[in-house]
């Protein structure tokens, strides 16, 4: 038996006492067995796969700019009492720009900003940080402690940036890896539509459902 994916308001606690239910556009599509709980915006032609938890009920807001792909068991959090990054005078606990790639296992955890364009690949561990456009954030990297990384940084498998010297000394994203985000943003708004149309597996959801 098919389940459905669990969208829900937050519990009130002190550190996020709003209940809020998610708000997700009608081109969103969202995979069974994932989970969205709270004040979160998933913005129009977002895919959100199977298996994945976002989770706004220790911090708030959250922002899935359009054309996301949140691939799988991702996971989506912010740090109790820890608020915000500042994004056009708004405050968020997470906010992802949009035509970004979340690949399978990756942890985005806020406060965190990551501009549009960004790839951020699997097993990534990401834990307060504002991380530019056009990156590549390669397999198993970790970027913590509040660094600012540069638009159009590569950061390669498994490294680990937490120093803002570390940060500034990225280099620029080589040429081969370029493309990368663009063909995997691409494939994911296909294959999204493609799950919702022919199987049973994908949903779309009005703005008014919670």
């Not at 298996?51 to 054309?67: E, I, T």
Request: hydrophobic content about 40%; aromatic content about 10%; charged content about 20%.
């Amino acid at each position: 038996m098919l389940s459905y994916p669990i969208l829900y308001y937050n519990p009130p606690v002190a550190e996020a006492a709003q209940i809020s239910a998610p708000k997700i556009s009608p081109k969103a599509v969202i995979g069974v067995d994932s989970m969205i709980i709270g004040d979160i915006t998933i913005a129009d032609d977002v895919f959100i796969g199977f298996k994945n938890l976002l989770r706004a009920d220790s911090g708030y807001p959250y922002y899935v700019g359009p054309y996301t792909n949140i691939q799988d068991y991702v996971l989506m959090h912010v740090h109790p009492g820890r608020e915000h990054v500042n994004v056009n005078g708004r405050k968020w606990g997470v906010y992802l720009e949009g035509e970004n790639s979340v690949l399978h296992h990756a942890a985005v955890h806020g406060p965190l900003f990551v501009g549009r364009n960004t790839f951020i690949g699997q097993h990534a561990n990401i834990y307060d940080a504002i991380i530019g456009r056009n990156c590549v954030i390669m397999h198993g990297a970790t970027i913590t402690n509040g660094v600012k990384i540069p638009d159009n940084r590569f950061i390669a498998p498994g490294e680990t940036v937490w120093q803002q010297e570390q940060a500034d000394r990225l280099p620029p994203v080589p040429d081969k890896w370029k493309d990368l985000n663009r063909r995997i943003v691409d494939h994911y708004y296909r294959l999204g539509k493609s799950y919702l149309h022919h199987t049973p597996l994908a949903l779309s959801y009005g703005a008014h459902r919670h």
